[in-house]
């Protein structure tokens, strides 16, 4: 196994040389931390700012000092950050907030681990931000930092057109065509073109339409919400609809907990059209060129296969997800076999298969959700597992993560708690989390899984889900309820000896055995979510893109929601969470870019 690169080290009480907590409340230890850091930011005192830091503290920042997606780890790299950006950014005006929800509190993660979080308010030259904090004691009674956030929310010259600040004038009669007028762009060309009306593609326009950058939406299929509607009819989500919920538009108290794709299909479309955002469906991109003098980009849309329109743009986004390409095994002898094969992307329903006998390749969420479909029309069914697969809870995947995500619960302040540690750490708490749940919440599932053959593992380092999403984009499934038919023998498992071959009848094993199908579907992933980006902007385009998705040295991801490499392109990928919140961060990084406050020397550090 590869080096982990996040490898443990939290700071425990024993490393911090503390045997007991000190004897001061949260609210103490946060005020007095924080009136020293606001004390040493006013005196422009950098020494002193990083003097409240542990040794191998972090400074994890949100476009708020970096106008970037950074984390900065150890004293040294803080006090590059803070020479390079504290006195450009002017950042003061720290205060507690008062709020219950974001006071003080004293955190017993485990019996030789606790902390004080706590969430300040700020401002910068060009905005306000919040922060978060999380205190470690030492043996002095003094309280270090450990990490923190600042995160910018909103620019201060170019607030969202949100709550009091929404459209106040009636209309009487204009509204229609005024709408038609700006969908079709009849008298301007849009700020920003994104290619993918997905929920990434919706979310981010929805954010740069309530910012006042004009901006247009393309998709190949001929209704929004296609990208799901046309999924296998038993798609349902893993991730509960309080993790899931998109912005300005919450779903209803009364939507169930776990969103069918088509169910959430049909949101998608209706979030387009109450949102106002101005879509064009049946539309591909024929061309494009980059103008690095103008640094506009000249794009030739077709629409509806009738008519060519060619914009001028200054942005391009890509949000045509991860799953680009689907990825089928090359096994020899496919022709001979009498049965179908297909991939999950292009998988529809076990209903078209009553009668037969299925093989599902692939055993991560995808095969588990058909291999349950099979089962379900009364189908036999078995599951080819490749590599052993991370299976986990519901319940030890939500208490894995770092904010509360419920009914009552502010969303925003739940996204701003799920990301205000550093990946570093996430990995390293998880590292102690994962096999915690395994040998209790989810010991049941796994043992009744290792009865029948089925291999699990605890991901790559132990860390379970959080590497597996960040580096893969998939590998793992969360038990929505398939896991007891395959511990009940309704769905039979297949492992242990690589495919060798098709047969007439199935799939022949490199250990002699064969499994007889009559259709066989690969659910084996995606590869090379550029693709899209490639057929429309060109190789020599492409050249100069690095790294998109995947985790980078400072824990953030490569390229996605930020600056990719080109200027003016853009990637917006991720699932309902991870995109309803960084699509904010997006449109603002657009939005302070025309508006003249960002410039790329104020990125680079």
């Known amino acids: 196994m590869a080096t982990d690169p996040f490898p443990q080290r939290l700071p425990t009480l024993d490393r911090l040389g503390v045997t007991d907590l000190p004897n001061i409340s949260p609210s103490e230890a946060a005020t007095e ?171 981010t326009a929805a954010r740069l339409k309530y910012l006042d ?25 893993h991730d509960t609809v309080w993790y899931d919920q998109t912005p300005y538009l919450n779903f209803p108290s009364t939507w169930p907990v776990y969103s069918p794709a088509r169910k959430l299909a049909d949101w998608l479309e209706g979030y387009a059209k109450f949102l106002d955002l101005n879509v064009w469906t049946a539309s591909t991109i024929k061309k494009s060129s980059w103008n690095d003098t103008t640094k506009t980009w000249t794009v030739e849309v077709n629409r509806e296969g009738k008519e060519t329109r060619t914009l001028t743009v200054k942005h391009l986004v890509f949000a045509t997800g991860l799953d680009s390409r689907p990825v089928v095994p090359e096994i020899s002898g496919k022709a001979g076999f009498r049965g179908s094969t297909v991939h999950s992307s292009q998988f529809t329903s076990a209903a078209n298969y009553i009668g037969k006998k299925a093989v599902v390749v692939g055993t991560c969420t995808s095969g588990h959700d058909i291999a349950q479909d099979f089962f379900d029309h009364g189908i036999d069914v078995t599951m080819y597992q490749r590599a052993s697969t991370f299976v986990t809870s519901p319940q030890s995947f939500s208490a894995g993560r770092n904010a509360i995500y419920r009914d009552g619960f502010p969303i925003e302040l739940a996204d701003t708690y799920n990301t205000s540690l550093p990946h570093a750490v996430l990995r390293r708490l998880s590292q102690r989390t994962v096999p915690v749940s395994a040998q209790t919440t989810d010991k049941d599932i796994l043992d ?19 590497s597996l999403f960040f580096d893969r984009g998939g590998g793992f499934y969360i038990d929505t309820g398939t896991c007891q038919y395959i511990i009940n023998g309704d769905i039979k498992i297949k492992n242990g000896s690589a495919i060798e071959c098709f047969t007439e009848n199935g799939l022949r094993f490199a250990d002699g055995t064969e499994l007889q199908a009559d259709i066989i579907v690969f659910a084996t992933g995606f590869s090379d979510h550029l693709g899209s980006m490639r057929e429309s902007c060109g190789e020599e385009v492409a050249s100069k893109v690095g790294t998109v998705w995947g985790i980078d040295k400072e824990g953030q991801l490569h390229g996605v929601w930020r600056h990719c490499g080109h200027d003016g392109l853009w990637f917006a990928l991720g699932h309902l969470s991870l995109s309803r919140f960084h699509s904010l961060y997006l449109a603002m990084q657009i939005k302070a870019i025309e508006e003249g406050i960002l410039n790329k020397a104020d990125v680079v550090i």
């Open 213 to 237: 950058v004009p901006t247009l939406i393309i998709d190949k299929k001929p209704r929004v919400g296609d990208n799901w509607r046309d999924r296998y009819k038993a798609l349902c989500l």
């Open 33 to 203: 931390w924080l009136n020293a850091l606001s004390a040493a930011i006013t005196e422009s005192d950098v020494g002193a700012v990083v003097n409240l830091f542990l040794e191998d503290g972090f400074w994890k920042d949100m476009i708020a000092l970096t106008w970037d997606l950074r984390t900065f780890e150890g004293r040294n790299d803080i006090t590059k950050l803070l020479d390079a950006r504290l006195a450009a950014t002017s950042l003061c005006e720290i205060r507690l907030l008062d709020d219950p929800l974001r006071e003080p509190v004293l955190q017993k993660l485990f019996p030789d681990l606790a902390w004080v979080r706590f969430c300040f308010e700020f401002t910068t030259k060009h905005g306000k931000g919040t922060g978060v904090v999380y205190l470690v004691p030492l043996p002095d009674l003094k309280w270090k930092a450990y990490s923190l956030l600042t995160c910018l929310d909103a620019l201060t010259d170019f607030p969202e057109k949100v709550g009091p600040l929404r459209n106040n004038q009636a209309d009487h009669g204009t509204w229609e065509e005024n709408r038609r007028q700006e969908i079709e762009f009849s008298n301007n060309d849009p700020t920003v073109l994104i290619i993918g009306a997905g929920h990434s593609g919706l979310e």
């Open 448 to 466: 009744g899984l290792a009865k029948v053959g089925f291999k699990t593992n605890l991901g790559p380092h132990g860390t379970g889900v959080l």
